[in-house]
T-cell receptor
Framework: EPEVTQTPSHQVTQMGQEVILRCVPISNHLYFYWYRQILGQKVEFLVSFYNNEISEKSEIFDDQFSVERPDGSNFTLKIRSTKLEDSAMYFC????????????FGEGSRLTVL | GESVGLHLPTLSVQEGDNSIINCAYSNSASDYFIWYKQESGKGPQFIIDIRSNMDKRQGQRVTVLLNKTVKHLSLQIAATQPGDSAVYFCAESSTRAGSYQLTFGKGTKLSVIP
């Protein structure tokens, strides 16, 4: 069964460092998303991406965040200068171009900022 | 404010009993609702969805009920099994813009007692 894959599964970084989280969405999907989940809290929308551009972003997704689809398979989330409060589980999700909102989520990348 | 929330943070049920997980939403523009299951250390997994033109939808052992009058959503799990133990999130979206950006509730932890 096709699935969304994310790397790394866990990354520990120092505050102020840049981090890149990688995702390989399901191959025939056209919409891509990043969500995050701070430990014990709800899943929060960060950004959606379609047709090689951001279609929507939340207020969490400030200038420190960026997304990129550098090739036909990868979808990346970059945090330029990490803060302690960026520590969270980051989930990538994708969906097809269809009249359904079923998002397929990856297993997540846990980011710990020290 | 416009948000999705849950009435109960935890629910314990005996194996074989039926489970009912509730969710309230406040965004009157929401027209699409999804239930996700999240097992420990994993990403959210789609369970069932419902559009606002319906009030009930059934899947395999699961039923979602939507009451638009009181902005209430519920997930019913029949014959609950130990494998159903997880955190369950409701999520809502306004699909008019076509984004399917999801707003998640806080989650209800379901524990199944063998």
């Amino acid at each position: 069964e096709p699935e969304v894959t994310q790397t790394p599964s866990h990354q520990v970084t120092q505050m102020g460092q840049e981090v890149i989280l990688r995702c390989v969405p399901i191959s025939n999907h056209l919409y891509f998303y990043w969500y995050r989940q701070i430990l014990g809290q709800k899943v929060e929308f960060l950004v959606s991406f379609y047709n090689n551009e951001i279609s929507e972003k939340s207020e969490i997704f400030d200038d420190q965040f960026s997304v990129e689809r550098p090739d036909g398979s990868n979808f990346t989330l970059k945090i330029r200068s990490t803060k302690l409060e960026d520590s969270a589980m980051y989930f990538c999700a994708s969906r097809t171009y269809s009249n359904t909102g079923e998002l397929f989520f990856g297993e997540g990348s846990r980011l710990t900022v020290l | 404010g416009e948000s999705v929330g849950l009435h109960l943070p935890t629910l314990s049920v005996q194996e074989g009993d039926n489970s009912i997980i509730n969710c309230a939403y406040s965004n009157s523009a929401s027209d699409y609702f999804i239930w996700y299951k999240q097992e420990s250390g994993k990403g959210p997994q789609f369970i069932i969805d419902i559009r606002s033109n319906m009030d009930k939808r059934q899947g395999q052992r699961v039923t979602v009920l939507l009451n638009k009058t009181v902005k209430h959503l519920s997930l019913q799990i029949a014959a609950t099994q130990p494998g159903d133990s997880a955190v369950y999130f409701c999520a809502e979206s306004s699909t008019r813009a076509g984004s399917y950006q999801l707003t998640f509730g806080k989650g209800t932890k379901l524990s199944v007692i063998p």
